[in-house]
């Protein structure tokens, strides 16, 4: 039961963060544009998503030995994980920006202006590119997660990830414009220490290396990563005070 | 192409962002693994978290750092 919740909050929370990255984007074209061209560009860049899906995953699930499985992909996932977690640290420490969906809106319309002549082309492919891009990430976070758990593990992260989507595609179409007050930055700390928590415990577990109690160790895991964190936020604001 | 070259580089920037640390995750995992493959005590696996932990705090300042330097 722990580790079906451990599975379904990751692969949701990734997914609604990233969902929430390309929402951005399809709402800046079709907000301008209208919406029969981004909308083909979304489905088109959904489809290919889900193949990677299901391709990846079957793979995953039925070719790879369980502990060959856990070693490769929770180092990868630690690799992922560290680098979101990287990122949360400089931006809580003010050394870059946050993350704005009001400015990723302005830059995608700066990239729709001039190019009235070939509207619906450069509507479709915008929206493809960026549903695309960011859904890659959407696409690890479910394989990864999911085709780890042992079995019934990917259709959970499946359902995870598929529930971000339609929620945050939802209050999209309720609001009608970018969704700037979901806290993304925290929620991609948040993605980012269970990401590197779960993956160093996979990774360990392929290396042969015993857990005491363990999934709970996860949250062990997830305690170090998350003081580490502060521990460098504290530090680079103490040496640095201007950017806090 | 344009699309292809930007997937590329999205599915390695998925995993890499400064390959010089990535390359040292990597290593304390590869320590870490020799090291359970010869000591075989509960819990000893803590010290690769704690590893990484150390590691992502002398990254983050390190950049940090530069950072300030070069603004």
Redesign the interface.
Known sequence: MYAQVLTFGAAFLGSAVESVEALTIVLAVGLTRGWRSPLYGTVVALVLLAVLVVLFGQLIVTRVPELTLKLIIG??I???G??W???A??RS?G??AMHDENKSYEDTLKELHGSLLRQDWVAF?IAL?GV??EG??VV?IVVAVGGTSGSGGLPIAVAGGLLAMIVIAVTGVIVRKPLAQVPENTLKYAVGIIL??IG?FW??EG??????LDLV?VL??AA??F???R??VM??RR??PV?A | MR?LR??VS??VG????DWA??AV??GI?GI??FV??HVHV?????L???A???Q??Y???L???Q??RHS
Request: glycine share 6%; hydrophobic share 65%; proline share 1%.
């Open positions: 180092t990868l630690v690799l992922f560290l680098r977690l990287h990122k640290i400089l420490a050394v870059i492919t590119k695309f891009l890659m990430e690890f590197a928590s160093t990774a360990a290396m042969g290396a015993t857990w005491p160790s062990g895991i170090i990563y003081g580490a964190s521990v460098a530090l680079i040496r640095s950017m | 699309f930007a997937a999205e599915v998925l995993f890499v962002g640390q990535t995750s990597v995992l870490g693994w359970l493959s509960a819990g000893i696996a803590f690769i978290a704690i990484l932990a150390a992502i705090v990254a983050t300042t950049e940090a750092r950072r300030a």
